[in-house]
Every structure is written in C-alpha cells, then in structure tokens.
C-alpha cells in the first residue's frame, strides 16, 4: 500500500500516525516545504521518500509530487493531510489521481458552514437559524428578524479565527465597514446567537463509514472568547458522555456519508438539554485532542488508525476509565497559582504538560497542561484550582 502524508513533519504530535502506518507495512511518502535536514528522525524513519516543495499552496507543484511518487512506486492508495487547511488540495489530488477519500465534489458540504446546514436538515437536526451575508441590507433584515446579539463568522474558516459577536448596532457597523472593505472571496454567514455549551462528538470512520470510535469534548471557556477577548481555555473528555449527544452525534456523522477518516462535529447543548448542530470538521479535532484520545481511554489511536486503513479493524477495547482535562493559562493573566506549583501539586494526575506553540497560542493559551481522573469531580475541581485568578 502507497500512503502519502500532506506536511509529516507539522504538526508534530500527527507524527505518529505515520510511524504507525509505517510499522503495519505501508510505504509511507510525504509531501512538504520543510528542508529533508529539518525532518525529525522520526518522521525520517517513517517516510519511505520525501519530495520537497516550495509552496504546498502551490497546486502544480502538489500534483507533479504525487505524479512523480505514482510512476516511481505505482498505484496510490491514500493521501491525506488530517489539516483542515489542506483539505481541499487533498481532495484535488483525490480527485486528480482517483485516489480513494472526500473528492472535490464533496467540499461544499465539508467546508461551507452554509452547505452543513443543508446536510444537518436533511438529517433532522435543528440548526441555528442563519445567511449568508451578501450586503448590509441582509445583515440589516435578519437582525430585525432575531435581534441581537449574533454570531458572525467566515462560511468557510477554520476554528474560531474571524468569528466574533455582534450585540449593538455599533458593533454591527464596524463589521460592515470592514466586510465592505475586505477582497476576499469568502463570504461572512449570520447566525442567532445561541446560549448554550459547546460540546463536540469526534471519533473515526471505517472504510465502510461505520463510526468505530467515538469520544466527546466540552468546552468549559469558549474557543472564540480565548481568541477574542484573551481569556484562557479549557475543555475536556468525560468518562460518561451525554447519551443525547451520542445519539445526535451518531445521526449527524451518518449524514455526511463519509468513510475512513477523523470527524470533529460540533454541537450545542442548551439549558433545557435540547442539541442544535453547529458545524461538521471532517478531519481530527486541532491541539493535542488526539493525545486526549489516548490518555483518556488507554489506547494508541494511530496504532488503530492504522489497523483501519491497512485491515479494515478497530480492535481496542474501549472501556473510557478516564476523564481527561485540557487547561490552556495565558501569561498576560494573573492566577491565583504559579505554574511551578500546579505543576508540582498535581504531578500525579498530569500526563503532559508544555509550551504551547505561538500559532496555536491565541487559541488554546500560552501554557497547556493535560491531566486525567478515574474519579470525574475530582478533575473538575483541579481544572477550577488551574484556573482561579487571584482576587
């Protein structure tokens, strides 16, 4: 089997899925804009050859890489990136070289929040009501209709970058000034805001698409407050995920029809317990989450990753023995206890702990630490004593 892995060598904990593949036998080759010198010796050891570009973005340069690896070692089985930035130059290639996965045709539904609400009503899940914001009239008639505040956010964008909250015509004012003023191509969607807590269904897909691993993720501060207002992050993995989100998960996932590859679905969870879906990743959920996967249900998921795109199996038991916490602090915050601290009181319970790269940092904070509890509240009350300001 001929496996080519879009970028590696970024980000580094992906690496593993290529050592993985690599020791179930696969001939692993990359594509990428790192010097072959800057490689790790991991990812050395794992790639079977590796062809340097000078711009991935540059979808020429993409295409003669995988026609030079498909007449040097024939047919192409797999290529994929698991970043969402690539997602659309994977599918390209795809579609380019028949390569089995997500093809160009199926980008509408993947990567336009709009074209995910199509498919989440298809499914007969309820969305927030949204448009997609063409002109100030638009934007004007639709917060007549809903009122504020809203939600404004790229129709197609990753994470929580360029979405922001409207609640005042002022603010609503700026953000048309710099609508009007932006060239880009990509058009802004409008929603009601919804209060609610952000929970996430992620797991991976067969090659049938049958969903053979499931977890679950909420967020304690929201993602796009962290980015906004630089406000620290947190999120975590619970031993006990709430059924009705299995079942809207499960329901969602079914609807996009997709086979052998990582989802991140997002979802809101109200106060009345009602679920409206939010947006469908196809691909892993960002950070160290992956790694989460691991700490909290005692498996290697890219050992297992592997297993499906080689065997077709997922053979881990999951017995979800742990809850599994994500504290990202910021250094421009004053908390109640210094790092060195933390880091000392709860070394028991820590299972990763570092510094968090600058690109990611805006995000999910300056300082990431990863912990994990057999006991749910006791992990609960860590993530508070993390977290609390000092008065």
């Known amino acids: 089997m001929n496996y080519i892995v879009v970028s590696p060598n970024f980000p580094a904990n992906f690496i593993p899925f290529s050592v993985a593949l690599k020791n179930k036998g696969v001939t692993v080759l990359g594509i990428g804009e790192d010097a072959y010198d800057t ?4 990812i050395k050891a794992a790639l079977t050859e590796y062809y340097r570009v000078d711009s991935m973005e540059d979808y ?24 969402e930035h690539w997602l659309e130059s994977d599918a390209r290639l795809r579609t380019d070289f028949n390569i089995p996965g997500l093809k ?31 002109n100030r009239k638009n934007a004007e008639t639709f917060i007549k209709k809903h009122g504020y505040p809203v939600i404004v956010k790229p129709d197609q964008g990753v994470g929580a970058m360029g979405t922001f909250k409207i609640d005042s015509p ?22 009601a805001f919804v209060n609610a807590n952000i929970h996430s269904f992620d797991g991976l897909l067969d090659q049938d698409g049958e969903i053979v691993f499931f977890s679950s993720l909420t967020y304690g501060a ?39 590859r990582f989802f991140h679905l997002e979802l809101f969870v109200t106060p009345k317990h ?19 996967f691991n700490y909290a249900n005692d498996i290697n998921i890219f050992e297992q990753y592997a297993n499906v795109v080689t065997k077709n199996v997922f053979d881990a038991e999951i017995t979800r023995p742990y809850s599994c916490f994500y504290v990202g602090r910021k250094d421009s915050l004053n ?21 968090v790269e600058k690109i990611f940092s805006t995000a ?28």
């Not at 490689?39 to 991991?42: A, Y």
């Not at 020429?60 to 970043?83: C, L, P």
């Not at 045709?105 to 949204?130: C, H, I, Q, T, W």
């Not at 710099?178 to 058009?187: F, G, Q, T």
């Open 39 to 42: 490689l790790t010796p991991e």
């Open 60 to 83: 020429n340069q993409m295409f003669k890489a995988v026609a030079f690896f498909s007449h040097k070692y024939g047919k192409i089985d797999r290529i994929e990136s698991h970043i």
């Open 104 to 134: 160009t045709e199926d980008m509408a539904r993947v990567k336009f929040k709009s074209g995910m609400k199509k498919v989440f009503k298809r499914a007969g899940l309820e969305v927030a009501p949204g448009t997609l914001i063409k």
């Open 170 to 191: 002022e603010k609503l004012e700026t953000f048309l000034e710099n609508l009007e003023n932006n060239e880009s191509d990509n058009l802004y969607i409008m929603e």
């Open 222 to 260: 929201g993602v796009m407050e962290s980015v906004n207002d630089g406000n620290d992050t947190d999120f975590y993995i619970s031993k006990d995920i709430d059924k009705k989100v299995i079942e809207a998960g499960i329901k969602a996932v079914n609807a996009f029809k997709m086979k052998e």
């Open 274 to 292: 009602e679920i409206i879906a939010l947006e469908m990743n196809a691909r892993l959920p960002g950070g160290k989450i992956v790694d989460m």
């Open 335 to 355: 908390y109640k206890r210094t790092l060195e601290d933390i880091l000392e009181a709860y070394k028991d319970e820590i299972v990763h702990h570092y510094k």
């Open 364 to 391: 999910i904070g300056d300082y990431g630490i990863i912990f994990r509890t057999a006991d749910h509240k006791k992990g609960l009350e860590i993530r508070k004593e993390m977290l609390a300001k000092q008065a």
